[in-house]
């Protein structure tokens, strides 16, 4: 009898956990840093690709800034409707005078995004 408790509890694990994995992930924004009182928008920029069937596609946004430029803070949020799309930082970032952002798409969705960096 304990062997079917046992058994039984451990394939409703199995089949909830499966059901989990494939869901996409919710709305996903990075936002990383913080905003001082000193700080003013570097630059803005959106990137936009609309959905293909059973495909991945990514983006690399690049920020270059002048010598004196430090960046503090930077934003990148969804804009519309969740897209099930993430954003990671992948070079430079906070302290830099450059970054570099990737965004990239579920399997079969596109992305819209809104991208802010802010620094002195």
Do not use: C
Request: net charge positive; proline share 3%.
């Amino acid at each position: 009898m304990k062997l079917i408790v046992t058994l039984l509890l451990l394939s409703a694990a199995v089949v909830s956990f499966a059901a989990v994995a494939k869901a996409p992930a919710a709305r996903a924004n990075l936002s990383i840093g913080s905003i001082g009182p000193r700080d003013r928008l570097l630059h803005r920029g959106y990137l936009y690709r609309q959905g293909v069937p059973n495909s991945i596609q990514y983006q690399d946004y690049m920020y270059r800034g002048n010598a004196t430029n430090r960046i503090s803070a930077i934003r990148a949020f969804e804009v519309g409707y969740t897209q099930y799309a993430s954003p990671w930082l992948i070079q430079g970032g906070l302290g830099y005078n450059y970054a570099t952002i990737r965004v990239q798409s579920a399997r079969g969705w596109g992305y819209y995004y809104s991208i802010e960096i802010y620094g002195q």
